[in-house]
Structure formats: C-alpha cells, structure tokens
C-alpha cells in the first residue's frame, strides 16, 4: 500500500469489506437460486406434465395460479432485498469512515 493512498485492492482485504462480502453472499445466493427454481417450475411443469392443467378455482387453471404467484414472489424478494439493503449500506458506510480515516491518517 502507498503510503496515504488506498487502492481497491487494500478495501477488498479490509476485515468490514470481507465481512459485508460474505453477509451479500449468504443473502443474495440462497435467494437467487428460489427465485431461478421458482420462476422455471412453470415452463416445466406446463412443458411436460398436465398437473397445472386442472382446474383450481373455478374455470382458473393451477398454471393461471402459479403465474400469478410468480409476481407476488418477486414483490416479496424485492421487498426481503430492499430491507436487507438497510444493513448493506450501513456497512459500506462503516467502511467508507474507515477508508476516509485511514487516508486522512496515511497521508
């Protein structure tokens, strides 16, 4: 590291910037791989089998049903990630203080 100069690479190493990593990671995967499970059910299921054929409520098929709960899934991650956000930022501006100090400090 130059001394009063901090590169990408000496924040990446920082213990708050790894830990805020790890926290996004452990939140977004899981998520992301509901969402990709959930979101290609429907083509497969409608593709291959006739379970989503049948009626469910009235004239309204299991698939009409599964589209729609599609939308409400993506309002509620939206919703998970815009409140896990919160704590996201918090920490990027722990390390931005961090950065801003440790600068002042080097220089």
Not at 21 to 26: Q, T, Y
Not at 57 to 70: C, L, N, P, T, Y
Not at 92 to 105: A, L, N, P, R
Request: with cysteine; aromatic share 16%.
């Amino acid at each position: 590291m130059q001394k009063g100069k901090l590169t990408y690479s000496d924040i990446a190493r920082s213990q708050l910037f790894v830990k805020l990593m790890a926290k996004k990671k452990r939140f977004i995967v899981p998520i992301t791989v509901f969402f990709l499970a959930f979101y290609f059910t429907l083509p497969i299921l409608t593709s291959y089998f006739k379970v989503l054929n049948n009626a469910a409520i009235g004239s309204i098929s299991w698939a009409w049903v599964f589209a729609f709960a599609q939308f409400i899934m993506t309002w509620v991650l939206c919703s998970l990630y815009s409140r896990k956000s919160v704590e996201f930022d918090n920490m990027c501006d722990q390390i931005k203080s961090e950065v801003h100090h440790t600068g002042k400090e080097g220089g």
